[in-house]
Nanobody, 128 residues
Framework: QVQLVESGGGLVQAGGSLRLSCAAS????????MGWFRQAPGKEREFVAAISWSGGSTDYVDSVKGRFTISRGNAKNTVYLQMNSLKPEDTAVYYC?????????????????????WGQGTQVTVSS
């Protein structure tokens, strides 16, 4: 049974930092990208960041570029999201996800439909 468990969320003041972690278990995740999405109250889930299986390719939504950094653990089944210079508009539930298998180790996607497995989410609240 595949499980993705996020941690690291919480309450922080604007300008502060948080580091989200996600550990995936229950199968091997070779040649699968990992990503972070978020959903704010009353809004649709949106892409935040993605990283390829190799770890060498990444993508970010424009609103977080230069502030957030996605990385992948050596064991490839963990993903992190370092969030700096947080803004109130970053407030949301953050979800990690594992993509469908892809033959290319440099594959990643910003499309939620390309992800097979999802975590339960962790709340991030940024106060002004």
């Amino acid at each position: 049974q595949v499980q993705l468990v996020e941690s690291g969320g919480g309450l922080v003041q604007a300008g502060g930092s948080l580091r989200l972690s996600c550990a995936a278990s229950g199968r091997t995740f070779s040649y699968r990208a990992m990503g972070w999405f978020r959903q704010a109250p009353g809004k649709e889930r949106e892409f935040v960041a993605a990283i390829s299986w190799s770890g060498g390719s990444t993508d970010y939504v424009d609103s977080v570029k230069g502030r957030f950094t996605i990385s992948r653990g050596n064991a490839k089944n963990t993903v992190y999201l370092q969030m700096n210079s947080l803004k109130p508009e970053d407030t949301a539930v953050y979800y990690c996800a594992v993509s469908k298998w892809h033959y290319s180790g440099t594959y990643y996607s910003n499309d939620a439909k390309e992800y097979d497995y999802w975590g339960q989410g962790t709340q991030v609240t940024v106060s002004s």
